[in-house]
């Protein structure tokens, strides 16, 4: 394993999209081959003059555009192949065709669905968690089968939770921007661990719900829809 040199400080702005770019462009410019084993978590956080959890921040967001693998307890590796949906087939354009759109996107995600999570979990009937369950077990199954399927049962499961938290204004807010929100989560479910990651956090979403537990159910949203957006602006600056 190379030891990694003397690398230019960031900013105290967006710390971790910074740290994950840099090391983005390391990778990109060989300075570890594919398979290799990134430095030390210490070693990288004195680099950059940053936190642990800033620079592990910086590492999900890597591994969830394919750049580098996180092996649990075994560090961090840069991947043996280039992702092959870090291109154009994410890139391409559409309603959502540069950082701008996706951060204005992203944020409006954030503010509409955090507290009508948090809503639901205060207000959800039985019937309307079965059907929240319903749709992840879905989810689940069409994972493996059916790329379509599965975008479809993830769209509804955010639309269920706006119908389900009883404000029809916000919950028609949302519905009102389904067509963005649509081809988000289909550039989402693009990255290598789109799907996957999209199952283990609905339910960490869910779970909250069924638990009547606002507060965790808001922070399980956030942190859902803060993965990709990360992930995301990392391709499109990269490609700039």
Known sequence: MKAIGPLKPVSRTTLSEQVALQLAAEVAAKRWQPGDKLPSEAELCRAFNVGRS????????????????MRAGGGSYVAERPSKYVNRSLLARGILSSEKDVTDLSETRLVLETELTSLCARRATRRDLATLEDLVSKMKVAKDRDRGKFQQFDLDFHLSIAASSKNEVLADLLGHIRGALQELIRKSL??????????????????????????????????????F????????????
């Open 229 to 240: 957006q990360r992930g995301y602006k990392v391709l499109l600056r990269a490609h700039q």
């Open 190 to 227: 693009l990255l290598p661990n789109g799907m996957d990651l999209a199952c283990k956090q609905h339910d960490k979403i869910l779970a909250a719900l069924k638990r009547r537990n606002p507060g965790g159910a808001r922070a399980a949203m956030r942190a859902h829809l803060s993965a």
């Open 54 to 69: 800033t620079l592990r921040e910086a590492l999900k967001s890597l591994a969830f555009v394919g750049i580098i693998r």
